[in-house]
């Protein structure tokens, strides 16, 4: 899985395709969609038109939460698959877990079946908490292969990424960029970008290639989405990284896995 993709979040159908058009152009092979986000359709026209071989693609969706259960997840899964115009997706998610449905342990043995059908190349989730993941990896045979949580300089979680670490799962940051809001003006990461000639974002992004974690910023703006893929000329020090992971103020812009439904 390339560490660096494109998320689609909050774009429109109509615009998805420019914008994952635009991100491959840029060389982006990766792009994060999801069921709710209703843009699979455009997403999946962008990736027919690019031309690139479907081997070079990695493309992720996501399950929706009123869509868990082991027959309404295989039911879910045939219609993103049709609406991306793809035989397969290369990682699939459970979106959120929730807890208070209790049906996500049911939904990964669905996960596990289109695992063993081929129809996704790995499966994973998406806002696990340890002990959703502990669940799942006690009443089933097969360790998700990656948690996509929130994360940026201001939400490090050591807890979660300890546990992914112990347990061989990758950790995958979504809202990156903290969404483009106030931590993009914080004066120590400023401070960082101008002492190696980047921007703010390229930093942030450069942070988390250099902790392990997967990346899918997301823009719709071309120049941003060159931008955010051109983090690959320059190095992070020790004493750079010291002083962002003194930003950590466990401080969530989304909702808490825990009660969300
Ligand atoms: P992000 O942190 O990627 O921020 C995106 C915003 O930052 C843009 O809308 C823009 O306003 C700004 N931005 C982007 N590049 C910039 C640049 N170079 N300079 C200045 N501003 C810039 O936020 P996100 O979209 O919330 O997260 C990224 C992806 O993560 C989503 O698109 C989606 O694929 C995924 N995601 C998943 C979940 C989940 O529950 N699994 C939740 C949220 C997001």
Redesign the pocket.
């Known amino acids: 899985m390339p560490q660096l993709g494109f998320?689609?979040?909050?774009?429109p159908d109509d615009e998805a395709a420019d914008a994952v058009g635009a991100a491959l152009e840029a060389g982006y092979r990766s792009i994060?969609?999801?069921a709710i986000?209703e843009n699979e359709k455009g997403t999946g026209r962008a990736l027919a038109a690019s031309g690139i071989p479907r081997e070079e693609l990695f493309v992720t969706t996501?399950l929706w939460n009123s869509d868990q259960g082991y027959d309404a997840t295989l039911r879910a899964f045939d219609a993103s698959l049709a609406r991306l115009g793809l035989d397969h997706v290369d990682l699939y998610?459970i979106?959120?877990p929730v807890p208070e449905q209790d049906r996500y342990v049911d939904t990964w043995k669905a996960f596990e079946r289109i695992l063993a059908d081929g129809r996704a190349r790995a499966v994973g989730v998406?806002?696990f908490n340890p002990a959703h993941l502990q669940r799942v990896i006690d009443e089933t045979a097969t360790v998700p292969a990656l948690n996509?949580i929130?994360l940026?300089p201001r939400l490090q979680q050591p807890v979660p990424r300890a546990f992914h670490a112990d347990h061989g799962i990758a950790t995958e940051a979504?809202?990156?960029?903290?969404?483009?809001k106030d931590l993009?003006q914080d004066p120590v990461l400023g401070g960082i970008a101008r002492k190696h000639g980047v921007?703010?974002?390229?930093v942030v992004l450069r942070w988390h290639l250099q902790t392990g974690n997967v990346v899918?910023?997301?823009?719709?703006?071309p120049s941003?989405i060159r931008?955010?893929i051109d983090v690959f000329g320059f190095e992070l020090d020790a004493e750079d990284r010291e002083r962002i992971a003194a930003l950590d103020a466990g401080a969530r812009l989304?909702p808490d896995p825990d009660t969300m439904n």
């Open positions: 998320g689609v979040w909050q774009v994060d969609t999801a986000y996501k998610l979106h959120w998406s806002n996509q929130e940026h979504w809202s990156p960029l903290g969404q483009g993009l921007t703010v974002a390229q899918i910023p997301k823009s719709v703006t941003r931008e955010n989304g």
